[in-house]
Every structure is written in structure tokens, then in C-alpha cells.
């Protein structure tokens, strides 16, 4: 048995009320991401781990908040392209402490235990500040699919106590906690921009099998978005120079690169190479081989 939080006392006495219990496909264990406090923190998150639902690790801390007035209130994490996709809740006190108003940031794991910040200070799934809707103060994922070429996101919301004051509000969303879905093109949690001007950026060397790139990008009027191929120092590589690049400028979730003589990674294989992207007017989301 578990214990149950009770109070922000030290020591503590268990854990808190947001933990969440899943299967690791990736690992084979059962994950517990658990709620507990730190002075001066308040609400932060954990992670323990078992093998039969009987016998579990002490939990490891993995988030506490960074800015001022903001608590981690939960988080669940995703297996996703072999790696892992966190939801990260954000709670804000200073909407109103009765209310537990929150919006939601992303971060990810290689390894289901050290998990990183991306994006970290934006939301992926934001306040509306209208307040106009059944989810616009207090929104938390629960499950994250694959489907097709989406991702899509259930999440659990209701409208707090300022939200219904609101004269704009509809009566129709004035609903208590209900079930949600979001949705998104594959992978596009978060992606690189660039605007007029034309930005690059260096990938660290990649030790890759296959020969096609593809990229998932949205490119704008005016904009496209080239590759070239470096050494693992930087040096160009003949062949796969930006300008023997063919450019890219339309949206897609798997568009592939060519070059002008050629079409495929050729003489590439498990070498360790670096990618240079130069965008404009374009954003890129995410790069694959095959």
C-alpha cells in the first residue's frame, strides 16, 4: 500500500493527490509519477518505478517550478517515437488560489527518468484569457495517441468560479470536470521559425541508417527552407551544399530533400554527420531518415 498525502507538513507522510500510475512499454516497469512537496516550492513531481504494482523505489525528484509564483501541480509523461512526451501542469496561484487555474508545458525523456524542459516558459496549451470557454482556466492531459497522421490529445477541464462570472460566457459550457481532445499534425509539439531574415541551425553530429531525409515543416509566401550535409567538424561535404539544395517551400509532415544530383544520402551510411538548416519565412518541427 501506498499512503496517501496529507498536509504540506515535513516529513512527509505520502504522496499527493495529481500522481499518476502507467505501464512503460519502452522500459517493462510500472512508472508512478507522483506529487509531493518542497519547502518553498510547494506542489513538485517524482518519479518511482516497479516491477510488480508491489515493490517500488523511493520516488526521485525530476520537477520543481522555476519562476515565481508557479507550482508544478502534475505531469504525465507519454512513450513516443521511442523515446518519451511530457505534459507538464503549470499552476498559477495568483488567478485565483480557490480555483486552481493552470495551463500546460511540454518537456521529454530519453530514458523515462531525466527529463527536459522545451520550449520551457511557453505554453503548449494556454489560458484563455477571454474566459469564455468550459476549458479556459484549468486544463490537464490524460492521454496522449497516435492516430494516423495526427497526435491527439485527451485532457481533462472545467470552468472555475471567475470563469462562470464572466457576462460573456455561454451557459451551454457551464458544465463541471469533462473530457476533451485536442489535436495536432505529427509531431509538431514545437518547432524552429525563422522570419524575412534567413536563419540557420546545426544539428550535433548524427550517427544515422538509411538514405533519405525528410523533413516536417510549414513553409510561409516567400519563405523555403534548404539542407546541407557537414562533416562531423563542420566541413562542407561535396554534392550536399546548400546551394545544390533543392528548395523546400510548401507544408508537409514528410517532405523529402534532394539535392540537385542527388536525391538520396549516398556514401552516408553510419557516418557521423552534421545537418545545417537554413530557413525563411518557415518553421521546422522535426527531421527523420530513412
Not at 499512503?3 to 507522510?13: I, N, R, W
Not at 477541464?157 to 464572466?166: F, I, L, R, S, Y
Request: hydrophobic share 35%; charged share 25%; proline share 7%.
Amino acid at each position: 500500500m501506498i499512503p496517501s498525502l496529507h498536509g504540506y507538513d515535513l516529513p512527509q507522510d505520502g504522496i499527493g493527490d495529481t500522481t499518476r500510475f502507467w505501464w512503460d512499454p519502452l522500459r517493462k516497469k510500472y512508472v508512478g509519477d507522483v506529487k509531493f512537496v518542497i519547502p518553498g516550492k510547494l506542489r513538485c513531481r517524482g518519479i518511482m518505478e516497479s516491477d510488480d504494482l508491489l515493490h517500488w523505489t523511493r520516488p526521485q525528484p525530476t520537477f520543481f517550478a522555476r519562476r515565481e509564483g508557479t507550482q508544478i501541480y502534475g505531469h504525465t509523461g507519454f512513450p513516443y517515437e521511442g523515446m518519451y512526451v511530457g505534459t507538464r501542469w503549470i499552476y498559477v496561484p495568483a488567478f485565483n488560489p480557490e480555483t486552481h487555474s493552470m495551463f500546460v508545458e511540454l518537456d521529454s525523456s530519453r530514458d523515462g527518468r531525466v527529463w527536459t524542459r522545451f520550449g520551457a516558459g511557453q505554453p503548449f496549451m494556454d489560458f484563455n484569457r477571454r474566459r469564455e470557454t468550459w476549458y479556459a482556466r484549468r486544463i490537464n492531459p490524460t492521454a496522449l495517441l497516435e492516430v494516423g497522421d495526427e497526435i491527439w490529445v485527451y485532457y481533462a477541464a472545467a470552468p472555475t468560479g471567475e470563469d462562470v462570472k464572466n457576462p460573456k460566457f455561454p451557459a451551454s459550457n457551464r458544465v463541471g470536470y469533462s473530457a476533451g481532445l485536442a489535436k495536432l499534425p505529427r509531431d509538431r509539439f514545437a518547432s524552429i521559425n525563422a522570419g524575412d531574415k534567413v536563419g540557420t541551425l546545426i544539428t550535433r553530429p548524427v550517427d544515422f541508417r538509411g538514405s533519405r531525409l525528410h523533413v516536417n515543416a510549414a513553409v510561409g509566401k516567400g519563405g523555403d527552407l534548404r539542407v546541407s550535409v557537414l562533416t562531423r567538424y563542420g566541413k562542407p561535404i561535396s554534392g550536399y551544399h546548400v546551394a545544390d539544395c533543392v528548395p523546400i517551400d510548401r507544408d508537409g509532415i514528410d517532405l523529402p530533400v534532394s539535392w540537385k544530383a542527388k536525391d538520396k544520402l549516398v556514401g552516408l551510411d553510419h557516418a557521423q554527420v552534421r545537418f545545417r538548416f537554413q530557413l525563411k519565412n518557415a518553421k521546422l518541427f522535426s527531421f527523420c531518415i530513412d
